[in-house]
């Protein structure tokens, strides 16, 4: 059985990799990276979501690597929004989860209308490259995943840079923080995902540092 589980998950990553090379080469200036994530950042970056909390929203799910992942850690099919511009990999995304909701859209232009029936949202994954993004796109993104997500909910965002894509002024504009919660040097190439959350509110007397 094992052994079995081993040989689909190949044959899947394989699978993958054909579809995000073709897309990449169809697409280059939506792609932000050479080879679809691996299963080790797929399971880092959607470590920390909890199934029975809320929906999720994954931004730029690509081929499926991350859904995956949510799917292995409990989260229902109908409970997730995928959220992808591509027109190489939205079909095939509506092939492989036909119970979610997708969204062919580009996540900088979202209306408040296109997820007005989402719900309760606990997690936003995202695999967008937000570094090759123009900051007014990234502002644009950040702050309508914050628009959906509950008081305790958490962007996870994952990047091959040495800080967090997420530049500071936007975090500050916006009220939020940005945390590691975890590096892994089995992705090609090597990745670290943030967890950006929304900042405790100042009690009365205390000033902003």
């Keep these: 059985m094992r052994q079995t589980a081993m040989v689909s998950g190949a044959l899947q990553g394989i699978a993958d990799a054909m579809s995000f090379i073709h897309a990449g080469l169809a697409r280059p200036r939506q792609i932000g990276a050479l080879l679809p994530s691996?299963?080790?950042?797929?399971?880092?970056?959607?470590?920390?979501?909890?199934?029975?909390?809320?929906?999720?929203?994954?931004l730029g799910p690509g081929t499926g690597v991350f859904t995956?992942?949510?799917?292995?850690?409990?989260?229902?099919?109908?409970?997730?929004?995928?959220?992808?511009?591509?027109?190489?990999?939205?079909?095939?995304?509506?092939?492989?989860?036909?119970?979610a909701r997708l969204l062919q859209r580009d996540a900088a232009r979202l209306a408040a209308s296109d997820l007005l029936d989402v719900g309760p949202v606990c997690a936003v994954i995202s695999g967008l490259p937000l570094l090759s993004m123009p900051l007014r796109r990234v502002f644009a993104i950040v702050a309508t995943a914050f628009g959906q997500l509950d008081a305790g909910g958490a962007l996870y965002q994952f990047t091959y840079g040495r800080r967090c894509p997420i530049p500071r002024p936007i975090l500050d504009r916006l009220g939020l923080k940005a945390v590691v919660l975890g590096r892994t040097v089995r992705n090609i190439p090597p990745a670290t995902v943030?967890?950006?959350?929304?900042?405790a509110p100042l009690r009365a007397g205390t000033r902003a540092s």
Excluded: C, K, M, W
Aim: aromatic share 6%.
């Design 38 to 58: 691996g299963a080790a950042l797929a399971r880092l970056i959607t470590s920390e979501v909890a199934p029975l909390r809320g929906g999720v929203i994954e």
């Design 194 to 199: 943030y967890r950006i959350s929304r900042r």
């Design 68 to 99: 995956r992942a949510l799917l292995d850690r409990g989260v229902r099919e109908q409970d997730l929004t995928l959220i992808e511009a591509n027109d190489h990999f939205a079909p095939l995304l509506r092939r492989s989860f036909p119970g």
